[in-house]
């Protein structure tokens, strides 16, 4: 394919077009590696609560390519200079940034691989990568790495403004219909200036960011952590869980290749060679969906019911409250669920359970978001803010959950 | 005309359609005293700023009428009784809440009227509407003056989370292009109910009454009250003034009758008979912009120069900060403008002046807005929100402003 | 659960919410018949072109749903009568119209199984829940039958003008991000009445048929039968006709159960009984998908490469225009693939391969859409048109295609 | 202010923001000739039945900067040779061709000022800016006339597919909630391409060019000459006419003095010198409802009867048909109007009136909207189009009309 065909224009229904720069992202774009996200969902069981989050990580990496194509335009136009190989390497850079994740991240990442998170992948993703493409992904490593002197590129791609979260954001509720996550992506970056290798928010956009903090909290609390989202993902976190458990017990389970390796083998980072790496890569959500589907019909009370709950939707209750629940309350559910199926107390366990979540929408531990006064000088937006809304945000919040089937506590 | 063809539809670029509910509602509406709110822009001056805010009182009061609407659907699917002749009332009372604006309101309150609330006069049009429509404005009278024995219905037409708020922040920031200050009005809708007399909302509406109050400070700071905004407004208050001082004085002034009226005779809200509301049922923006035109030509070097000032939108400097401007620091420019013009100081401090401004997102001293908790008890939303950030919404922000032209300064 | 915890509602990017009418319509949407939709894509392979496009049947039907709750209630503010039971039936009628699909129906209906069509299905599966729903839907099979004395009632459903179009097209162009698409649903709605038992459009709506026409036009050729589009569900149905046909030679073929059911099974619509419906009814996406990434590394040639051309999006070329390709260009073809490759001229065939597609905007010879005149007479909207272009647009429009492996032709 | 200061941005609810490219398109902006476009409504009358339509031919010709912006954009990364100086002539150019509008210039050039259109005008406001600014609007001018050798250039300012009708279809379908009229400006301009000094549009836009042509005329039908929007402008027209002629017979006639010099002075294109220039350039919309509004009180029957019914939106009835009315029934008409209310035949005639409208939605005598086709050749749309729809769209349509007084035809 000649290089001008690779100057193609992607259909988005948000920022309406999307265009790929030059022919190493399209080719990259077009790398088995990054077609696989096609075929992962970007928020994972949520769409059993939105119905039109079907959105993948695929659109969400374009998404990203497209803001970091604004932000560029927009510093250069402040007279930042960045130079076409560092332009490029920011493409790449937020192009892979999520390139790492698998199917239902975080379910997996509880059950059946072990320590094991999606940015160290990206990495080892976007090496190998860089040995295909002739190291010409080597910037792009270093800033993704945080090893290249200028600073506020890796902000652009890793911080609490970058254009990841600017993205997801946007695209999340969008997908969800939910208009209180809606930011304002096109004027943040309008406000967007680097003083001193640091990225930061001129101070007529102050609102903007505060708009925008406040979006993430509302969309944690009413997207990300909603309570039937939470328990489904709990709930396949437990079935994958138990398949590996009757795996390890000698019990025959039956799923594709690429699941079936993680099943049978005990998989932290450490152990990421590039065979695992290769399985890794065959993963997407299909492999889940389809084995869970299958699992309905596994001999396996556990394993069965839990499947059947998931994919007939006919999810756990769940409690939530900001006080912990009393061991002595949900023993009694396990030891009720217990004897009414005729289960085991440690069976019992996968279908009544608790646990916590916990989220701040500004951390101020991490790298502060800094706003550029008039007079020249930085300062903590959480600090500048005119009133506490913003230090508010970045207390961490906590929230306590129970699990347990419907029919239970009725009686 | 038929009643049946009194069923109208209205276009709305944000609701779609709005729907006139019965025919009574379509004879207010072409009443000239609605009529007149066509000719009444809705944002004032901000046009200056945002090249999109055109839209009118008239507008506004259809799109509470739509919300109104679905808000009666909502309550009465939750079984809040409603009889007809309230849904009615309801319907007129959100109609003509504005129906005493005036051209500029604000500015001709702080010139040539006196003690004159848009409220009030909006009763004295519905009190002169209801003996015309045979008395079947009452109801909704009573309602609005908050002597109806069901107070939830005011709380609909008047309170901190009322129909009007929610249209006007939708409706100014659609047309302003200020995607931070929308909010789903919907879904706040949809989250309402009646508890005891009292309309609250169901406490997972939480966050969007967050949101909905951070949209409105949002839309305060960074539109209401934008300095070049605020400026515009001043210098047509001082216009106004200063056209009103030399009419004192016998100096021939032009203008368009209805204005003449006001600009002749001292009017304060004891004097509203229905004459006087005749002739300010006339007053639209046209004619004061109409008179601002003329005045670019009058020979009184101050009046002259503040019309072309906004005229041409070629507006004075506005300095804004947290602290006062110190007196010595505005009486040396007021002396400097005087000598460089060759006007008297009492005339320079139409150029140079001074002021302060307050505005707080949510009140604690008003009635709070009630979160419906799962228990069934009520909350004020600045107690249950699980951090600071409500709290903080309620300090009121004062922020102090110098005006100066640019000529000043400079030298 | 109680009857009032199944007043639900819906988010949905489009039209904001969609609410549950009654505690029926929950079951029904709970259903794992219907629940399944939510794993079966509303646009296939389309999102190989448009990465938005992921919304998925079980969205489709909800916004059907919806709008159909908006038709009765403009129909009756009409004075169109409808009863209670009669707008349930609509209601069940509408959100069931599409529960026959299977996951990539078109692929499947040309390759697995035989004579066997969507419609048909949907019916089965509705006399299915009839009988769990102790004959709760007779009426809504009476109307998606067209068997009701009041003929409108299926127009609702399945007409040239229906809540099935609308919301498709609807859905489709917002998800795929083709501005093109999309129509005014609430206008064409607020336009609709009942005259004589005819639906019908007011003659002020000719305009926005007019478009909905066109807009329909347009995603047909632009989105539905995007050439890019076309070859991947091209691909997809060879793959499977492969898959079948290794199986019946006697090569092992893995896949799910329910799939494997259909490839060792020679179904057709005469087949279904219940048995077969409930493996029909275990079938979505995951079960293709999943399928074709296993036959990636199958040891035939054929099925390992069609496998992989669509797993890694690396599709076949296409060619398309409006004269028919000769016998000898693709005979050269084909034998230039089987020399080159190494494989047999019959199986050259699964990856060069010419036909045509057909589509009409409006059909003249199914039941036409109707406008209503003022003079109240009804008149076909392609009668009624004051210029051609709707006469065009009953026009069939062929295109043939050619497919062909990209290398090919190069040399 | 320093150059840097003028880089302005604007806020737009349609593209969200407008950026000012250089100093000196700041410069023309802030200029009162422009500064006067923020007074002069889009749409003139059409408020009167979209009352979101509100908006100015400022934010029009902003807009259309805007998009010229990003065709630049686009044809540049085509590799269309566009040198700075020809950028910055074309965003003056389209910035300014509107300039020479007047207030409800439609009624204005059928009532006031004779053989007077706004393109001339728009030229003699350039040719003056020019001398201001010292030849910098030299080349602008040239494209402007048709003289500069690039042709292209005049395309993206006048033509059948300019940055003009884009900008507006777009703007005034989003101010007037006229889905249908909606056209996907960003889509066409980049499909479009330069071929041997024309403007084409690439193949693969043909259906949104198909779209952007079905949206005119549906604008055309529904919103630019929807009836209620043409009589408001009749009567407005039919309002400053007698005006004109009571002046003309001696009555005293008020109304602010740029507009009297146009009421007292037979003015045509011919007559606009320098001084006729000035005048005109301080008409804008207040001036004629300012006038209107004052109108009401006259002691003429006619001129306060017209202007009541402007103001009041009380507006005659207007049938259209295809075929012309009858001069018997208008006579019958004007001679009942004129016995019942008293006055001549000759002013009843300002009542009851007839005429006819015409529109094409694309003109096959100027120059076509050029299509390139896949092979390099050029082909007008309307011969490429395959089917009919758009060689139908370049039929001219005629309606004819007839108003009068809803109190006729009663009795």
Excluded at 118 to 141: Q, R, V, W, Y
Excluded at 240 to 249: F, G, N, S, T
Excluded at 379 to 396: N, T
């Amino acid at each position: 394919m000649s290089n001008t065909n690779k100057l193609k224009i992607f259909n988005d229904p948000i920022y309406g077009f999307i265009t790929i720069p030059n022919p190493l992202i399209y080719d990259l774009i077009q790398h088995p590696y990054f077609q696989r996200l096609r075929r992962i969902s970007q928020m994972g069981m949520s769409y059993l609560v939105y119905p039109g989050a079907n959105h993948t990580r695929f659109h969400h990496a374009l998404g990203c390519l497209h803001i970091m194509q604004k932000a560029v335009g927009v510093l250069r136009f402040k007279n930042v200079q960045i130079s076409e190989a560092e332009e490029n390497a920011l493409y790449i850079a937020i192009l892979l940034h999520d390139i790492g994740h698998g199917p239902f991240s975080h379910a997996m990442e509880h059950s059946i691989v072990e320590d094991v998170h999606h940015e160290e992948i990206s990495l080892l993703f976007m090496t190998k990568l860089n040995k295909e493409f002739d190291g010409k992904l080597d910037l792009a490593i270093q800033i993704f790495k945080g090893e290249y002197h200028r600073k506020f590129m890796l902000q652009l791609i890793s911080s609490q403004l970058d254009m990841d979260r600017m993205d997801y954001l946007k695209r999340d509720s969008f997908y969800s219909g939910v208009e209180e996550g809606k930011i304002n992506s096109d004027r943040l970056i309008q406000m967007m200036n680097v003083v001193d290798d640091v990225l930061v928010i001129e101070e007529k956009g102050i609102y903007s960011v505060e708009k925008f903090l406040m979006a993430r909290r509302l969309m944690y609390w009413q997207v990300y952590l909603h309570k039937t989202s939470l328990v489904a993902e709990l709930i396949l976190t437990k079935t994958l869980k138990r398949a590996k458990e009757l795996y390890q017990k000698g019990v025959a389970i039956e799923c594709s290749k690429p699941l079936y390796f993680f099943v049978e083998n005990k998989i932290s980072f450490a152990d990421f060679n590039d065979d695992v790496l290769n399985e890794f890569a065959k993963l997407d959500d299909t492999d889940i969906i389809g084995a869970i589907k299958n699992w309905q019909y596994h001999e396996d009370f556990t394993l069965s019911t839990l499947s059947k709950i998931i994919i007939n939707r006919d999810l756990l209750k769940i409690k939530m409250g900001e006080d912990k629940f009393s061991s002595e309350e949900i023993q009694d559910l396990i030891e009720q669920f217990s004897s009414e199926n005729n289960v085991s107390l440690q069976e019992a366990k996968y279908f009544v359970f608790k646990g916590k979540i916990k989220n701040q929408a500004y951390s101020k531990v991490a790298e502060p978001i800094r706003i550029l006064q008039k007079d020249g000088s930085l300062e903590d937006v959480a600090i500048l803010s005119d009133q506490l809304s913003l230090k508010a945000l970045s207390k961490q919040v906590t929230k306590y959950f129970l699990c347990y089937p419907k029919q239970l506590l009725k009686s």
